[in-house]
């Protein structure tokens, strides 16, 4: 792909704002072990168990111990139980938890109206101006970590740098009840050493293209020019270009638009098998999946939609911590979300699946001129 001489003005680091990135640690898995302590030192999956779905079912988080047996989010909930048998199974409550994570958002709102909720476990918050009228960002954090675990008992990372991108990656690199500061002279040491998986947009699809290339590391990518980043990976590599120079000066939006992306299928001759279901969610997810891999978008709240033959509509949601990234794992959601609620006594006229709640990827506009 040739994009011919670029010309642009080229965006300009901007050190002025102080952001947090605020990520609770093993979210829903916290919140189960902290209102029952007699589990709270066993691994703890959020899933229904295995030998009650069939062995369906996906992991929607797990807590730290469960971690160390190779437990994550969005694995199948039997293979989850074949690596941790002796794993805690809770079928996991997201009404309770969206209680809680409003809980926390009362608690941001004391600093800052400056607050971008990214899902119910993580938001960013701009501190730069605070209504601590406290202009160290480390202490704002020290200050927000310390009330949400005296009020609520729960555990938080922070990650604090200048921009977005660099808060969200420096709140995972000290997990759990970390904190990470980056500032604009430690920045360029901490990009080069970050692992190329660990810039947003870098998936399991694609990294074996930056291997390939050689890309192993933020130090790697920045041996790359922009034109050879753009040939390679189009407007994903004109974000990383930038990125790993520490430039992603998109602010902090308190009225974040809620996005979701997705498809329907109304049905000339009504379904009444669950073969003919299933065969209709994994047709949904595939196309859904290359609807959001074209725009390069990740969420990680999947919706079905079942309406029946008598017009009776119903909508199911499943939230996972890591974001659905393929459409093997849009089926394993959508499926269970199927099995729980749907049902065959009456028949299917339309299916939909919806993902959304995305990650945060806003790509600085391409300023071209071909010649």
Same mark, same amino acid.
């Given at each position: 792909?040739? *994009?011919?001489?670029?010309?642009?003005?080229?965006?300009?680091?901007?050190?002025?704002?102080?952001?947090?990135?605020?990520?609770?640690?093993?979210?829903?898995?916290?919140?189960?072990?902290? &209102?029952?302590?007699?589990?709270?030192?066993?691994?703890?999956?959020?899933?229904?168990?295995?030998?009650?779905?069939? %062995?369906?079912?996906?992991?929607?988080?797990?807590? *730290?111990?469960?971690?160390?047996?190779?437990?994550?989010?969005?694995?199948?909930?039997?293979?989850?139980?074949?690596?941790?048998?002796?794993?805690?199974?809770?079928?996991?409550?997201?009404?309770?938890?969206?209680?809680?994570?409003?809980?926390?958002?009362?608690?941001?709102?004391?600093?800052?109206?400056?607050?971008?909720?990214? +899902?119910?476990?993580?938001?960013?918050?701009?501190?730069?101006?605070?209504?601590?009228?406290?202009?160290?960002?480390?202490?704002?954090?020290?200050?927000?970590?310390?009330?949400?675990?005296?009020?609520?008992?729960?555990?938080?990372?922070?990650?604090?740098? *200048?921009?977005?991108?660099?808060?969200?990656?420096?709140? &995972?690199?000290?997990?759990?009840?970390?904190?990470?500061?980056?500032?604009?002279?430690?920045?360029?040491?901490?990009?080069? +050493?970050?692992?190329?998986?660990?810039?947003? %947009?870098?998936?399991?699809?694609?990294?074996?293209?930056?291997?390939?290339?050689?890309?192993?590391?933020?130090?790697?990518?920045?041996?790359?020019?922009?034109?050879?980043?753009?040939?390679?990976?189009?407007?994903?590599?004109?974000?990383?270009?930038?990125?790993?120079?520490?430039?992603?000066? +998109?602010?902090?939006?308190?009225?974040?638009?809620?996005?979701?992306?997705?498809?329907?299928?109304?049905?000339?001759?009504?379904?009444?098998?669950?073969?003919?279901?299933?065969?209709?969610?994994?047709?949904? +997810?595939?196309?859904?999946?290359?609807?959001?891999? %074209?725009?390069?978008?990740?969420?990680?709240?999947?919706?079905?939609?079942?309406?029946?033959?008598?017009?009776?509509?119903?909508?199911?949601?499943?939230?996972?911590?890591?974001?659905?990234?393929?459409?093997?794992?849009?089926?394993?959601?959508?499926?269970?979300?199927?099995?729980?609620?749907?049902?065959?006594?009456?028949?299917?006229?339309?299916?939909?699946?919806?993902?959304?709640?995305?990650?945060?990827?806003?790509?600085?506009?391409?300023?071209?001129?071909?010649?």
């Amino acid at each position: 792909m040739e *994009y011919g001489l670029l010309r642009f003005e080229d965006p300009k680091i901007d050190c002025s704002r102080k952001i947090l990135h605020v990520d609770m640690d093993a979210f829903y898995a916290s919140i189960e072990a902290r &209102d029952n302590p007699s589990i709270a030192h066993k691994p703890i999956i959020i899933a229904k168990h295995p030998s009650l779905t069939g %062995g369906r079912g996906i992991v929607s988080t797990c807590n *730290y111990l469960a971690r160390q047996f190779g437990v994550h989010s969005a694995m199948p909930a039997i293979e989850a139980y074949r690596l941790c048998p002796q794993a805690i199974f809770v079928q996991g409550n997201m009404g309770y938890y969206r209680q809680v994570s409003q809980q926390i958002r009362t608690i941001f709102s004391q600093y800052t109206d400056l607050i971008e909720p990214l +899902s119910l476990d993580e938001a960013y918050l701009d501190v730069t101006e605070n209504k601590k009228g406290e202009s160290s960002a480390i202490r704002l954090a020290q200050m927000i970590q310390k009330q949400i675990l005296d009020e609520l008992n729960l555990t938080c990372s922070i990650g604090i740098s *200048y921009n977005k991108f660099i808060a969200k990656i420096a709140s &995972d690199y000290q997990k759990p009840f970390g904190m990470t500061l980056v500032t604009p002279e430690s920045a360029p040491l901490f990009l080069q +050493s970050l692992p190329i998986e660990d810039f947003y %947009g870098v998936g399991k699809k694609s990294i074996h293209h930056f291997h390939r290339l050689g890309i192993f590391s933020g130090r790697d990518l920045l041996t790359y020019s922009l034109n050879d980043l753009m040939t390679h990976f189009g407007k994903m590599g004109y974000s990383l270009y930038f990125k790993v120079r520490g430039i992603h000066n +998109s602010p902090v939006c308190a009225q974040r638009e809620r996005k979701s992306k997705g498809r329907e299928m109304t049905f000339q001759y009504f379904l009444d098998q669950n073969d003919q279901v299933e065969q209709a969610v994994e047709q949904l +997810s595939r196309k859904i999946m290359a609807d959001l891999k %074209g725009k390069d978008l990740l969420g990680h709240t999947l919706t079905l939609k079942i309406r029946y033959d008598d017009f009776e509509t119903i909508t199911r949601q499943l939230q996972t911590a890591d974001p659905i990234d393929s459409w093997e794992i849009c089926l394993d959601l959508a499926s269970q979300l199927w099995q729980t609620h749907g049902q065959l006594n009456k028949c299917i006229r339309l299916l939909g699946i919806a993902i959304s709640q995305f990650e945060d990827q806003t790509i600085e506009p391409i300023k071209l001129e071909l010649s």
